[in-house]
């Protein structure tokens, strides 16, 4: 038994990419917003399978995504890419070279009391968050903005060490994503139609990502079974 990558790997990976592809053609939307929307796409599917190539594809998502979100005002958004998301890519490259068996990272899950520690954590830093982001001029949607940067901080957080619980937390976040989106495009934000199709195909990666870290950890889990009784 091994957790090397397969052909369903490959072919999730591809449809992401030429679905991406094909959105940004059919919307006729910049080179740049493209960009944002294929890099970052391409970052969510290699984690979902475990290969560590998703921190470069992160690095330069991270980038350009925060240029987008400070066109439309979401200044969270801003904060939690530059000053959260890039130093994280690098960290987190790191880690997971360490923890890799055949190409895939080593993957794993939280108990139940761990869970609901982060679940506590995230009700609490929302809140938080929120109320800060709410004084600043020009900030739009100051709850639902920070509601995004708690749940990708700590999702990140879980990615780095290897916990297929982030994918909960990602699904959480992708929906609310893609609610904040939808609010600034109806207002008449830049590229919102194209963050909308962003968010909504980070979702659908978020719910096989799960799936795919849930039969992935206990895969692991029965490979050092075996290794400890040989």
Known sequence: MNTK??????????????????????????????????????????????????????????????????QNGLFGEVMLNLGFFIPTNIIGFMMWRKKMR?????????????RAMVGAVVILGTL????????????????????TNVISIIATLLMMWRYKEQWMLYIILNTVSTAMWILRWRAGGASGDLMIVMWMIYLANAIFGYWRWHTGAKKLSAIRDQEAAA
């Not at 917003?33 to 984690?47: F, N």
């Not at 055949?102 to 761990?114: G, T």
């Not at 938080?128 to 509601?147: C, E, F, H, V």
């Open 5 to 70: 990558t397969d052909v369903k790997d490959v072919v999730w990976v591809a449809l992401l990419l030429i679905a991406a592809v094909c959105f940004s053609i059919a919307m006729g939307d910049s080179l740049f917003a493209s960009s944002v929307l294929i890099s970052g796409i391409l970052c969510v599917a290699l984690t979902a399978i475990g290969r560590i190539e998703g921190y470069a594809a992160g690095m330069y998502a991270s980038c350009t995504y925060a240029w987008m979100a400070y």
């Open 102 to 114: 055949d190409n895939v990272v080593e993957m794993r899950q939280l108990i139940w009391r761990h």
């Open 128 to 147: 938080g968050l929120g109320l800060i982001l709410s004084r600043i001029p020009g900030q739009n949607t100051p709850y639902i903005d920070a509601s």
